[in-house]
């Protein structure tokens, strides 16, 4: 018959010591599911403050500036750090291109602001993917995780009951410890999921809202372009002949 286990030596430990192949392949994919989550957690998290931070400083440019030409030569100094400098750059881009037109392509159709349309509706589209970098998996380790945990409890409860089945004791003290060690996993596929639950629900509210500002600005932006590349002679005065594009700087 096999000795019992003092209180004492029942914990975390004593469970990952005894726990078998499958066990500590679960304990595996829930440490792996962590180190994921924290890592999107934490660069994103200072990835979107910095956005934040430049979107308020091109902003502030943008509104308090003389004229576009002014804004490109804005950009092609410090380069595109946020979604509002990334789609005035989209913007000024396309009056370039629609001055400079032969009409021998595809994307050169259409009137002018129906080009200067796609060309913001495909900056807006480029933004939505970069704000939506790992929301993917952050949804998919919140769902997933508990069920792991749950699995391994299942797996860690059947287990012990065939070992107290085995030493032909069922007494509360021999059920409770191994019983209680299964259970960890539940707590631990919890622990997994919760940060990436509060995270996921973060971002996609951040992305929300920064989105909606983008929208907002994308219409200001529309009507100051569209009325600059409908007059040839505002296009010349206000927007840079020759608009370089900036470098692309990460967020």
Do not use: C
Not at 19 to 24: E, F, N, S, T
Not at 75 to 83: E, S, W
């Amino acid at each position: 018959m096999e000795t019992a286990t003092h209180p004492a030596q029942l914990g975390l430990a004593h469970f990952i010591a005894q726990a078998d192949m499958l066990a500590h392949f679960l304990l595996a994919i829930l440490l792996v599911m962590s180190v994921i989550t924290w890592y999107l957690i934490v660069p994103k998290s200072i990835a979107n403050w910095r956005m934040k931070k430049n979107a308020q400083a091109f902003l502030e440019r943008f509104w308090n500036a003389s004229g576009l030409a002014a804004v490109g030569d804005y950009l092609q100094k410090n380069g595109i750090n946020d979604p509002f400098s990334h789609l005035t750059h989209h913007g000024l881009k396309a009056a370039e291109q629609f001055r400079g037109k032969t009409g021998a392509r595809l994307i050169e159709s259409g009137s002018e602001d129906e080009f200067l349309t796609r060309a913001l509706r495909r900056a807006i589209n480029q933004d939505t993917a970069r704000l939506e970098y790992g929301h993917t998996m952050l949804a998919s380790i919140a769902s997933s995780a508990p069920f792991v945990g749950l699995f391994g409890t299942v797996w860690g409860i059947y287990h012990a009951l065939v070992n107290i089945g085995m030493s032909g004791s069922g007494s509360l003290d021999q059920v409770a410890g191994p019983v209680g060690e299964a259970l960890i996993m539940t707590a631990l596929g919890l622990a997994v999921a919760i940060p990436a639950v509060l995270a996921y629900n973060f971002f996609n509210r951040a992305k929300r809202q920064m989105l909606s500002e983008v929208d907002g600005f994308a219409h200001d932006l529309f009507a100051f372009m569209s009325t600059g590349v409908r007059n040839n002679t505002r296009v010349d005065n206000d927007v840079p002949r020759v608009y370089v594009a900036p470098a692309v700087r990460s967020a």
